[in-house]
């Protein structure tokens, strides 16, 4: 008989931009699960990836088989997929489920519409990689930030009117226009203010944005002297932009974009041209199987300015329209949805509270991956021969239409799970 339920071995990337060593919960979850895994207090751990990406593979891991990779697996159970998965996606998990620990922002960027992602493949496949979309969802472990949307008209003019260097960088003809639009009623009026104001910042000289983004440092260490408060400059974001990539206009963004800060438990949804960047914090992120990112700033990989300036929605939104609204629901125990406008991907949480002996993760028509980020028990299941045990780190694999009963032995402290699957149940 075939097991339908097991545990899988994930990878870590250990890009620059990670946390370091044991501040880093992508380790930490990593060497609470692999007893043979060692952190190195040296090295960044930023990603855990849970599987079927080509570029870091799940391991499945079954007590008396040999480890195989997980889309091996799934290719030799295709229904374990759950039907409409297995005919809409060819055999393939739609959705990349991960850790991530951000210490250092990672780029000003946007993933294309599927339709775009075509275009692109087609035209630089060098360059974009696969012709998929990329829409993306962070759900925060800890406090997180990020950068997410255009602020709102008004904002934007505002820092325009009371930062001398914004302006120089942008320029004057096209600081103006963007004041004067804020002023109007007409929607796609500002929404060419906008663009014509971020793509002149974004082609602006280097010598320009060094020069300005000098002056703009040294305001807001003299301000932070004196004891004033940052925020009207947006000071401390800024001061750390230009410190992980000193003179880049990429600085200047956190002008443009809202500035998102999620408790635990909250979440961001990432759509196609919506421009945004992670600052700081550990969160879960889902997305759609690509790689296709295209990027404007803040980073030292390709730079596509072109591309990202015509793509992006310059539409302005309030920074509470930036939070995706998870949908609380109760079972067994209490726990929030998590689902975007795309057929990819759907997130679940569950928070279980201490003191409870077992919930139930109900069958549902598509595969899934769970990881445990806090707590400990026992995940059984009908194809199981015996439970699976549980702790911090933990990610198992649920085929579709199979039921797991989870116990928490004693008292236990609870249990923080996530689980993803496709999104269009």
């Not at 994930?10 to 060593?21: A, P």
């Not at 803040?298 to 920074?319: A, N, Q």
Request: proline share 7%; net charge negative; glycine share 6%.
């Amino acid at each position: 008989m075939s097991c339908y339920v097991f545990k899988l071995r994930c990878g870590v990337q250990e890009y620059d931009w990670g946390k370091i060593g044991l501040n880093s919960e992508v380790a930490s979850l990593k060497a609470g699960a692999d007893p043979d895994f060692r952190i190195d207090p040296t090295k960044t751990y930023a990603e855990l990836w849970m599987g079927t990406h080509p570029n870091c593979p799940s391991m499945v891991v079954i007590p008396g088989q040999e480890e195989k990779p997980l889309i091996d697996w799934v290719n030799e159970h295709p229904d374990s997929l759950g039907s409409e998965v297995k005919d809409y996606y060819k055999g393939s998990l739609p959705f990349l489920f991960k850790v991530l620990s951000v210490r250092t922002s990672l780029s000003i960027q946007a993933h294309p519409n599927k339709v775009h992602a075509e275009m692109l493949h087609k035209s630089r496949p060098d360059l974009y990689k696969d012709p998929n979309h990329k829409p993306e969802m962070a759900i925060a472990l800890t406090p997180f930030l990020g950068l997410c949307g255009f602020r709102p008209i008004k904002e934007v003019a505002r820092f325009m009117e009371q930062i001398e260097e914004l302006r120089n960088a942008v320029g004057q003809k096209h600081a103006i226009k963007l004041i004067t639009a804020s002023r109007s009623i007409d929607p796609p009026l500002q929404r060419e203010a906008m663009k014509d104001c971020f793509s002149a910042l974004m082609e602006s000289h280097k010598d320009t944005v060094k020069n300005e983004l000098k002056s703009l440092v040294q305001r807001v260490h003299d301000t932070k002297n004196r004891g004033d408060d940052l925020k009207p400059l947006e000071g401390d974001i800024m001061l750390k932009l230009n410190k992980e990539f000193p003179d880049d206009a990429g600085a200047f963004c956190v002008y443009f974009l809202n500035v998102v800060r999620l408790e635990p438990g909250e979440a961001m949804f990432l759509e196609a041209n919506l421009p945004h960047a992670y600052l700081s914090g550990d969160c879960m992120e889902c997305m759609a199987c690509s790689d296709n990112v295209v990027r404007a700033g803040l980073t030292h990989k390709y730079i596509d300015k072109h591309t990202l300036v015509e793509m992006l929605d310059y539409t302005g939104r309030p920074v509470n329209r930036t939070k995706f609204q998870g949908i609380q629901d109760k079972q067994d125990v209490p726990f929030t949805i998590f689902r975007p406008p795309v057929p990819d991907f759907g997130v679940s949480r569950y928070e279980v509270p201490s003191g409870t002996p077992e919930f139930k993760l109900p069958s549902i028509n598509s595969a899934s991956i769970c990881i445990v980020i806090n707590g400990s028990g026992n995940a059984s299941n009908s194809t199981l021969g015996a439970p699976l045990n549980l702790c911090r780190g933990s990610v198992f694999f649920v085929a579709a239409q199979q039921e797991v009963n989870v116990s928490i032995p004693g008292q236990g402290e609870g249990m923080l799970l996530f689980r993803a699957y496709a999104g269009f149940l």
